[in-house]
């Protein structure tokens, strides 16, 4: 990365000063990946009822503001060198790009068998990945000047790089931004879930139905479940439990089953 600045700064290369500035943050997120990975371990005591499990969500957010600031960094750059481009070295830029393929090539193909669904080891991914389009994208702009000597190629690259990072960074946002804001998983309908409790035997009413994630791959479901006088409370608690945890993965789950009024059970 140190040899990359370098390269970069010599051969007025935006475009690898760009990959440096990414690779920088794939550094920090790797770092932190490691951090957070010690963190989530940690049991649950004390205050701290679920444990740090959050933490990777945190982690995320990080991630994706870094992505976010230098993307636009990277743009306001770019404008001024698409205006009056410098002099670049094509041939260093392109074979500082082909190094960074290989590189970024191995860690990517090593990431992509971890387990993604984890927004901490995602964001890591998603970092590696970009670092290789980018490079890339690096290549073909150190190729296009030593053919064309079309020097504004590196600026485009610059671009596509901060295109790249500002997706990434969009994509992690949004995703660590639900868990925090206590919205449902993207692929739990609470609707459905209510309707699918709602109809089973006995239920009279299902209502303060909250369905949530702690982390990546931790939701949580909470609700008020009213059924007919005479019932059996605990026996319709685990029938719906087990229709929760089977149709829609959601295990912990913290349900008040209690027998509803008489008057109600005549209105329905």
Avoid at 62 to 81: F, P, T
Avoid at 119 to 128: A, W
Wanted: net charge negative; proline share 3%.
């Amino acid at each position: 990365m140190v040899g990359e600045v370098v390269v970069g700064v010599l051969a007025h290369s935006l475009a690898l000063l760009s990959d440096a500035a990414h690779m920088l943050t794939d550094a920090g997120a790797l770092v932190m990946s490691l951090v957070v990975l010690r963190l989530a371990a940690q049991p649950a005591r004390g205050n701290r009822t679920f444990g740090l499990r959050r933490s990777e969500i945190l982690s995320a957010q990080a991630n994706g503001a870094a992505l976010l600031v230098l993307a636009g960094l990277i743009v306001y750059g770019a404008v001024r060198r698409l205006v009056s481009p410098p002099a670049a070295n094509g041939w260093a830029i392109l074979v500082v790009a082909l190094v960074g393929i290989g590189v970024n090539f191995l860690a990517t193909w090593q990431l992509s068998g971890a387990n993604r669904l984890s927004l901490n080891i995602e964001g890591s991914f998603q970092h590696v990945l970009n670092d290789l389009f980018a490079f890339i994208a690096t290549a073909v702009a150190g190729a296009l000047i030593i053919v064309t000597g079309w020097v504004r190629a590196d600026a485009v690259a610059a671009l596509f790089v901060a295109a790249l990072m500002l997706w990434a960074s969009w994509r992690l946002l949004r995703d660590s931004g639900r868990v925090l804001l206590d919205i449902a998983p993207a692929g739990l309908p609470v609707d459905e879930i209510g309707t699918a409790m709602a109809s089973q035997p006995s239920v009279v009413e299902v209502h303060d139905l909250h369905v949530w994630e702690v982390t990546t791959e931790f939701p949580t479901l909470s609700a008020h479940v009213l059924v007919e006088p005479g019932a059996d409370c605990h026996g319709i608690r685990r029938e719906l439990e087990t229709l929760l945890r089977d149709r829609f993965g959601i295990e912990h789950t913290t349900l008040q089953v209690e027998h509803a009024p008489a008057k109600l059970v005549q209105i329905r």
